[in-house]
């Protein structure tokens, strides 16, 4: 069998569960290979304290079967990173799948890839998705053509066990839930903001505001 | 406020999702300073692809207010690592919580802190645990004491908002919940061994099986 490439973006600011949480899914799933890609390869700061390494310069990995984006606090310089939208463009080409996680539409949107497509992203994002010329839509996980995108942080997981279906089939994508035990139990309701109290809504919205969404 | 100085330790092997799932949680919580570390700082190898960045030795934490061990698919080499043992048991002398994710439990073990304390971690390694003494509960997070541990890899998730709870409160675990957007909905029902279907148990289990759990 032929090794399925993910190619995952690594850059300054992430929000490492953004591109660790679908990482973990396809890495229980065989025939993956697991590329993290940078402009340069080298370590990047993450959100949550360490930086991760990048093994592998973007030029290294031209045509990965699939592309991976995940977003952060800030993506503004990474929407703004020329080369790294080159590549995704070119990539993207040829993609089985091209996905992102949380805002890292707003950087598949830069490149110029979401025009017209329906896509999701981290709920306090999806007005900046608009204005980059996207569709978007109020879901957990939104497949539009070869596009998967998902919702914030964790939603990515979600993506993953579907995309792992589409690549693997559903035995494997099934397989790899139960490696990761993924039979999720929040012991709170909050993580909508459909579901999450108005206090809980306005708190998170002044804590990630004036970064997150504003690619 | 005083910071709550979070220690998340780091080892070649481990599984990035224990460690990453908890982290991105607390990084969302006003006051928590995460520190990765390691017996000397650096980078060390996950089962996702890529290293993550250690930038603290053991002995530069020695007191932290959380102690956070995240599992891997063959734990032996860190459950034999003495230093990491050490600062272990002398660590917990004075946390406010030492948690595990997954087979971070057996590491926790291994230092000899779970000795008739009911715990959990991954499905397959349950009785693993209690070989060492612990007392094995089939929950998705566990705890007893100041000593919160979690069932495999994705449980670290709804582990660290309860962990949230505790050091910050309700209104903090909740806009931590949000901000992560964890609403979780799996395309599947195999996340646990009780929901997946034989044939999948049976599938995971081939593939993890010989390494993860035997600590």
Redesign the interface.
Known sequence: MDAIEVA?L?YDGM???DA??P??VL??V?GV????VAATPG?RRT?????????HALAAVPFPDVVLVPGGVDVRPVARDEPVLAWLRSAHARTRWTTSV?TGALVLAAAGLLRGVRATT??LALDALARHGAVPVRE??VEDGKVMTA?????G??MA??LA?RLAG??A???A????????????T????R???P???A??RR??TGSRGDA
Do not use: K, N
């Not at 290979?33 to 993290?36: F, Q």
């Not at 919702?151 to 939603?155: D, F, R, W």
């Not at 909050?190 to 903001?193: E, K, M, R, T, V």
């Open positions: 995952v690594a929000t490492a569960l660790v949480g990482a973990q890495a229980a065989p290979r697991l590329r993290w370590a959100d949550c304290g360490m930086a991760v390494v990048a093994d949380c981290h709920w957990r996980v919702a914030g942080v964790s939603a997981i979600d066990l579907r279906e559903r035995d994508a099934e397989a839930q139960l490696a990761i035990e993924y039979d999720p139990d929040p012991p709170f909050a993580g909508s903001p579901t999450a109290r206090a809980i809504v708190r998170a804590a990630l």
